[in-house]
């Protein structure tokens, strides 16, 4: 399955930020490639320094599909969401850039629909969103479901954003609009998301999405806590203060 062609340039670059995710790196990868099988791209892994053995995983994936295919950007320990995208990125070929999460939550059958949705409109931005039409969560208990659209809602009121899922991390942007965003951008952790976003439709960028399902991670354990909704709240503030 490793691709013979050699090196260069990639039309597209997936980034996905790794921690402890040994169980679920390979699904992910293999699926990637399952649902793009005419798509000339590359997937760039940036692991946190994972104890979990996730790195080693990674260098066996790389044996199947190709160092030029399968790219392992380690950093020594965790450094934060936005700042593992910029990572990513100075290692990027492609003119389009995708991030997505490992955990499986977003799964590779909707990346057609996004290249797609951007071919059709041009958009500078294609998110995926859980709050229209054919979008959803599965695996969530209730009282998480109506935190996050009340999460949602007040996000939408306060800061009219532009689009209908603030904190969703499954996003495709054009290379030198995510260079744009990320540069403007100042928090970190779960607000990130959140204010790139906002940061886009203040700039004036065109944004378009796509109704996902979000799938809460198959292996391992959640990092979202109190302490990222105590975030998620200042976050809000400071947006609305500066935005």
Same mark, same amino acid.
């Given at each position: 399955?490793?691709?013979?062609?050699?090196?260069?340039?990639?039309?597209?670059?997936?980034?996905?930020?790794?921690?402890?995710?040994?169980?679920?790196?390979?699904?992910?990868?293999?699926?990637?490639?399952?649902?793009?099988? $005419? @798509?000339?791209?590359?997937?760039?892994? #940036?692991?946190? &320094?994972?104890?979990? *053995?996730?790195?080693?995983?990674? +260098?066996?994936?790389?044996?199947?599909?190709?160092?030029?295919?399968?790219?392992?950007?380690?950093?020594?320990?965790?450094?934060?969401?936005?700042?593992?995208?910029?990572?990513?990125?100075?290692?990027?070929?492609?003119?389009?850039?995708?991030?997505?999460?490992?955990?499986?939550?977003?799964?590779?059958?909707?990346?057609?629909?996004?290249?797609?949705?951007?071919?059709?409109?041009?958009? $500078? @931005?294609?998110?995926?969103?859980?709050? #229209?039409?054919? &979008?959803?969560?599965? *695996?969530?208990?209730?009282?998480? +479901?109506?935190?996050?659209?009340?999460?949602?809602?007040?996000?939408?009121?306060?800061?009219?954003?532009?689009?209908?899922?603030?904190?969703?991390?499954?996003?495709?942007?054009?290379?030198?609009?995510?260079?744009?965003?990320?540069?403007?951008?100042?928090?970190?952790?779960?607000?990130?998301?959140?204010?790139?976003?906002?940061?886009?439709?203040?700039?004036?960028?065109?944004?378009?999405?796509?109704?996902?399902?979000?799938?809460?991670? #198959?292996?391992?354990?959640?990092?979202? *806590?109190?302490?990222?909704?105590?975030?998620?709240?200042?976050?809000?503030?400071?947006?609305?203060?500066?935005?």
């Amino acid at each position: 399955m490793a691709d013979d062609a050699g090196g260069g340039r990639r039309e597209y670059s997936i980034i996905v930020p790794t921690y402890n995710e040994r169980l679920n790196v390979a699904l992910i990868v293999y699926l990637i490639f399952k649902h793009l099988p $005419d @798509v000339n791209f590359e997937i760039i892994i #940036v692991d946190d &320094g994972s104890p979990d *053995g996730t790195q080693d995983i990674v +260098k066996q994936l790389q044996q199947v599909y190709g160092e030029n295919r399968v790219l392992l950007r380690a950093r020594l320990r965790k450094l934060g969401l936005g700042t593992a995208y910029l990572h990513g990125l100075k290692h990027a070929s492609g003119d389009f850039v995708v991030i997505m999460d490992a955990d499986l939550s977003h799964h590779p059958k909707y990346l057609p629909s996004f290249i797609r949705k951007q071919k059709e409109t041009g958009a $500078d @931005v294609v998110t995926g969103t859980r709050y #229209v039409q054919n &979008g959803g969560v599965h *695996g969530w208990n209730l009282m998480r +479901k109506l935190t996050s659209r009340g999460a949602n809602v007040l996000a939408q009121t306060l800061l009219q954003p532009g689009a209908s899922d603030l904190t969703g991390s499954f996003r495709l942007y054009k290379r030198n609009v995510l260079e744009d965003l990320i540069s403007s951008c100042v928090s970190k952790g779960y607000v990130f998301q959140m204010e790139m976003i906002v940061r886009a439709t203040r700039k004036g960028y065109h944004i378009e999405e796509v109704p996902i399902t979000f799938v809460d991670r #198959v292996f391992g354990t959640s990092k979202l *806590g109190g302490s990222e909704i105590v975030e998620y709240l200042k976050g809000l503030v400071y947006l609305l203060l500066t935005t």
